[in-house]
């Protein structure tokens, strides 16, 4: 079960100057939001709102949604009141990105009404990503999965998908690259018998997979749920996707559609998993799914009784990223020996966590591993070279 309620560590909060919360509010934002604008030619009264939280939230106090906001009840019910009038650096790290993304969307008018409705304000950069020709070789790579045995096969798809785009397909497939450098220390936990095991367990049912990023990352994605069809390991698979742009370059469903068709039109062997992947999705082997939870600032513990309902009914959920991880053990200040199985026994499937460590959570390390990396980097929790495979049947 779960740690005690009066036993949990703090909530992380965005803090002052110095914390990795901080710089994401004051050194990433900034950058990303100037990106927003670089990408398409919003207006005047857009660019102004922009600006105006930018300047909110990072040196204000939280403000209020939008008048008529459509998702209102929601976020009243995900603790909007309780926050309005605080200011940004007090806020709990998690809720305060989830927020900011949301007012984010308004202030480009992406809820509309008007010419803007539904225009992804980060679609300039996904489109860019997934049509680079370094995705080119990505997937003419897959063409080396034949000279795979079973195991070596399974084990290349899924560090693929650990690791998105820092480590391609091209160097897993190739002879002689067996590694990277993120093999050399950098995988610091690796549950991936473990996973193959819990599908192995019983007759093939349905497995989920929370999506992360769309682009490069998300193809690897499709290409591990088109292998676990096409292997029998699953009898049919549900991608849970966001409901609207978020977190810059989390995948949605037009996301999927992109990531599909270029595999779909791709030559060789992506193309083959193009075709099955739309076949999958036609005759309803392949579900997208989305909730408006998926969008909320809350940890997963709190989703609601449908969604809870909906993901029970997985042989296993895979669950990608490390905002998804966050959610998944909750965004505390953690021991980064604590529990895994007992961080998610709220979850209510079995679960695997695919991450790169990219923030200040982390948890389910031996203790040994986790004092090699307090030693050697007192940043690697957010530096993004480590990852972690980790399996809770």
């Not at 539904?118 to 790579?141: H, N």
């Not at 029970?312 to 490390?322: F, H, L, N, P, S």
Request: charged letters at 20%; one cysteine or more.
């Amino acid at each position: 079960m779960p740690p005690a309620q009066a036993a949990r560590p703090p909530v992380i909060t965005v803090g002052g100057p110095g914390s990795f919360p901080w710089r994401v509010f004051h050194e990433r934002h900034p950058v990303l939001l100037r990106q927003v604008l670089d990408g398409l030619p919003y207006g005047p009264a857009q660019r102004t709102a922009v600006q105006r939280l930018l300047e909110e939230s990072t040196d204000g106090v939280v403000g209020p949604l939008e008048d008529g906001a459509p998702d209102a009840a929601a976020w009243d019910a995900w603790g909007l009141p309780g926050h309005l009038g605080e200011r940004w650096t007090d806020l709990p790290f998690l809720w305060a990105e989830g927020y900011f993304y949301r007012r984010l969307l308004a202030a480009v008018g992406w809820f509309g009404p008007g010419p803007w409705q539904g225009v992804d304000p980060f679609g300039p950069v996904k489109a860019a990503e997934l049509g680079s020709a370094a995705v080119d070789g990505e997937l003419a790579a897959l063409d080396g999965l034949a000279r795979l045995d079973g195991e070596r096969r399974d084990d290349a798809l899924l560090r693929s998908a650990l690791w998105g785009n820092r480590a391609d397909l091209s160097f897993r497939l190739t002879p002689g690259g067996e590694g990277t450098a993120e093999d050399d220390g950098g995988l610091v936990h690796d549950d991936g018998a473990r996973f193959r095991a819990l599908l192995a367990a019983g007759p093939p049912g349905t497995v989920a997979l929370l999506a992360d990023n769309a682009g490069r990352e998300l193809l690897p994605d499709l290409v591990l749920l088109d292998h676990l069809l096409h292997t029998g390991r699953a009898a049919s698979a549900r991608l849970y996707v966001k409901p609207q742009p978020t977190f810059v370059s989390d995948a949605t469903t037009a996301d999927v559609l992109a990531a599909a068709g270029r595999l779909l039109a791709a030559p060789g062997a992506a193309g083959s998993v193009g075709r099955r992947l739309r076949q999958a999705l036609t005759g309803g082997r392949l579900e997208i799914r989305t909730h408006p939870f998926l969008c909320a600032p809350l940890p997963f513990e709190a989703m609601p009784d449908d969604l809870r309902a909906e993901l029970a009914e997985a042989v296993v959920a895979v669950v990608k990223g490390d905002l998804n991880y966050r959610r998944l053990v909750g965004d505390r200040h953690w021991p980064a020996t604590a529990s895994f199985a007992g961080l998610t026994a709220h979850f209510p499937a079995p679960v695997a966590a695919l991450r790169t460590l990219k923030s200040d959570v982390a948890a389910g390390l031996d203790p040994a591993v986790a004092h090699r990396l307090e030693a050697a980097d007192p940043r690697w929790r957010t530096s993004g070279r480590h990852a972690v495979v980790q399996v809770r049947p």
